[in-house]
Nanobody, 128 residues
Framework: QVHLVESGGGSVQAGGSLRLSCAVSGVTHISYCMAWFRQTPGPGNKREGVALIESDGNTRYADSVKGRFTISKDNAKNILYLEMNNLKPEDTAMYYC????????????????????WGQGTQVTVST
């Protein structure tokens, strides 16, 4: 059974940095689509895609994080990372790792429908 466990969240001041990790177990490799999503509390708040990496290594980012966040993965260790720099208060959210062995490429902007496996999340809080 596939398990995704996020770590690395915490509280930082605006302008600071964090690196999130997502350890994947129950698989022999992670050469398929993986992504980071985030969600803020409140009714109707959707889980939005932040960054994804496709099976060929191609990466995509939400406009709000381009130039500040970097997604990468260590295929040997089955770990997905999200390097977050120049954090802003609006980046405050619960961050979730997602994966799906059936996905090779994400061909539209509805990222969520491509992912069937999710972690429990790690909280990121950015203060002014």
């Amino acid at each position: 059974q596939v398990h995704l466990v996020e770590s690395g969240g915490g509280s930082v001041q605006a302008g600071g940095s964090l690196r999130l990790s997502c350890a994947v177990s129950g698989v022999t490799h992670i050469s398929y689509c993986m992504a980071w999503f985030r969600q803020t509390p409140g009714p109707g708040n959707k889980r939005e895609g932040v960054a994804l990496i496709e099976s060929d290594g191609n990466t995509r980012y939400a406009d709000s994080v381009k130039g500040r966040f970097t997604i990468s993965k260590d295929n040997a260790k089955n770990i997905l990372y999200l390097e977050m720099n120049n954090l802003k208060p609006e980046d405050t959210a619960m961050y979730y790792c997602a994966a799906d062995w059936r996905c090779r490429k994400v061909t539209d902007n509805d990222w969520r429908r491509y992912f069937g496996f999710w972690g429990q999340g790690t909280q990121v809080t950015v203060s002014t």
